[in-house]
T-cell receptor, first 113, second 113 residues
């Protein structure tokens, strides 16, 4: 059974810090891993999609890496801002049972001025 | 950008009512999904559809049904709403299985009283 874990569960940092959010998964047979952002009471916004053959993806201040063999992904946020405050979720699409996304437990981030 | 639109942001319904949640996507995606999200339980898959008039049960289908008469529209139906169906409902779509990412709607917060 695929399990996806995110560490830390919550994080509170001052503005300007560089951050690393971690995601680990137990079954390395995946098509891809996707990072999402969720603001309170809202839907999920896709941040980055990394295919299993890729090592990393970048979008602006965000960089996501993937090490499929060790079952790990990190989301790096450079120069954090209060507007980055949200819950961040990772999710994997596995080769077996490909129609389902398996979500992580989430990291709740607060960036204060 | 792909857009997934959920027709209502907030809904309040009475116990026993039949409730329809509507979801429309505008990018010819094959796959569509309904999730519910509850504190401490994360996102759980209710139903999904990989083609018009096709549907598959997810992890928690009891008390729900779905309809997909057109490719762009996927409806979630609560046949007789109960208070334990109070939740955030999220619709998502994907171009297809495997390598494609998911796009989520903005969510419907349903309260059953």
């Amino acid at each position: 059974k695929q399990e996806v874990t995110q560490i830390p569960a919550a994080l509170s940092v001052p503005e300007g810090e560089n951050l690393v959010l971690n995601c680990s998964f137990t079954d390395s047979a995946i098509y891809n891993l996707q990072w999402f952002r969720q603001d309170p009471g809202k839907g999920l916004t896709s941040l980055l999609l990394i295919q299993s053959s890729q090592r990393e993806q970048t979008s602006g201040r965000l960089n996501a890496s993937l090490d499929k063999s060790s079952g790990r992904s990190t989301l790096y946020i450079a120069a954090s801002q209060p507007g980055d405050s949200a819950t961040y979720l990772c999710a994997v699409r596995r080769v077996r049972d490909t129609d389902k996304l398996i979500f992580g437990t989430g990291t709740r981030l607060q960036v204060f001025p | 950008d792909v857009k997934v639109t959920q027709s209502s942001r907030y809904l309040v319904k009475r116990t026993g009512e039949k409730v329809f949640l509507e979801c429309v996507q505008d990018m010819d995606h094959e796959n569509m999904f309904w999730y519910r999200q509850d504190p401490g339980l994360g996102l759980r898959l209710i139903y999904f559809s990989y083609d018009v008039k096709m549907k598959e049960k997810g992890d928690i289908p009891e008390g729900y049904s779905v309809s997909r008469e057109k490719k762009e529209r996927f409806s979630l139906i609560l046949e007789s709403a109960s208070t334990n169906q109070t939740s955030m409902y999220l619709c998502a779509s994907s171009f297809g299985p495997g390598i494609y990412g998911y796009t989520f709607g903005s969510g419907t917060r349903l309260t059953v009283v």
